[in-house]
């Protein structure tokens, strides 16, 4: 049975593993905002007859989507492709290895592979392909997050600490309290807003020298390969950034001062990349049709 088959074929397998929703709905639709100003033509046709929305909003109505099924008996399969557990050794040696962070029952990098293997083929049924479409969409801005491309602590999960005065963990921090400190919230808006921003920063700003690099060497057709490169990337930012001076140095700390000011360029970048990639893995994926 092929790896594409076989996912098709999960949708009562596996036991729901701890996680958490990289990024937030917010943080997955400004992504999908970024990606939706850079898909081509031929890309943006497809995709709104396949999700049947005709409307701007028709990669963002759909962004979250994966962290709401996975929470369902049909969905429960579908955790473990929400991160890969890069078992490294942070902050003094980062790396993702697939052979050994990839679990039995997949990852985020075989899972997008996967996925786009069935939409290339194109001989599922509608709502599969629909599922691919939706997974593929939320899977490029989990990939970004660093702390889905780590396994200590559960990435992050089991590390207390605080945000201006609460109780969270530093997975939470990353998904949510960074991304909202830039946007200015968790609404819809804010995320149009910040994807406005992002994509000036792309276009003309901070970012247009580097765009280019960020899609080098993307392939549909050897989409493991292309999204292992961006969980490598973003699993270095664990040992630069997120526990650049180990877990005691934010263990039990409020994090919404220095911490957070450090972070923000991190997930500003990573947001606007993986929707400028997004946007071109998209196209690629149609191509390759």
């Not at 009562?12 to 917010?26: E, H, I, K, R, T």
């Not at 292992?228 to 919404?256: F, H, I, M, P, R």
Request: charged residues 15%; glycine residues 10%; negative net charge.
């Amino acid at each position: 049975m092929s790896r594409s088959a076989a996912i098709l074929g999960l949708l009562s397998a596996s036991a729901l593993l701890p996680g958490a929703a990289a990024w937030g709905a917010m943080g997955h639709e400004t992504v999908a905002y970024i990606a939706s100003n850079y898909v081509g033509s031929a890309t943006k046709s497809y995709f709104q007859g396949l999700l049947g929305d005709t409307s701007a909003d028709y990669l963002a109505g759909v962004a979250a989507w994966a962290d709401s099924y996975r929470y369902t008996s049909a969905g429960k399969f579908s955790a473990p492709f929400h991160y890969i557990d890069a078992n490294d050794d942070p902050p003094s040696s980062c790396g993702v290895e697939l052979d050994r962070d990839c679990g039995a029952a997949g990852c985020v990098v075989s899972a997008i592979a996967n996925y786009t293997n069935i939409l290339i083929a194109g001989t599922a049924s509608n709502a599969n392909l629909q599922i691919a479409a939706k997974m593929i969409i939320h899977f490029v801005g989990d990939i970004g997050q660093p702390l889905h491309c780590e396994a200590l602590e559960l990435g992050g999960n089991d590390i207390d600490v605080e945000y201006d005065g609460d109780a969270t963990n530093l997975h939470a921090v990353w998904d949510s309290n960074i991304p909202e400190s830039i946007s200015g919230g968790s609404s819809e808006s804010a995320a149009k807003s910040w994807a406005s921003d992002l994509i000036t920063e792309i276009d003309s700003g901070s970012y247009k020298s580097q765009a280019s690099t960020w899609i080098s060497g993307l392939s549909a057709s050897d989409a493991e390969r292309t999204a292992l490169g961006w969980a490598s990337e973003s699993n270095a930012y664990v040992c630069s950034t997120v526990l650049k001076g180990g877990v005691g140095a934010v263990e039990n700390q409020d994090l919404s001062g220095p911490y957070t000011a450090d972070a923000q360029p991190v997930v500003d970048v990573q947001i606007a990349k993986q929707g400028y990639r997004l946007a071109k893995f998209l196209d690629a994926i149609v191509a390759a049709m």
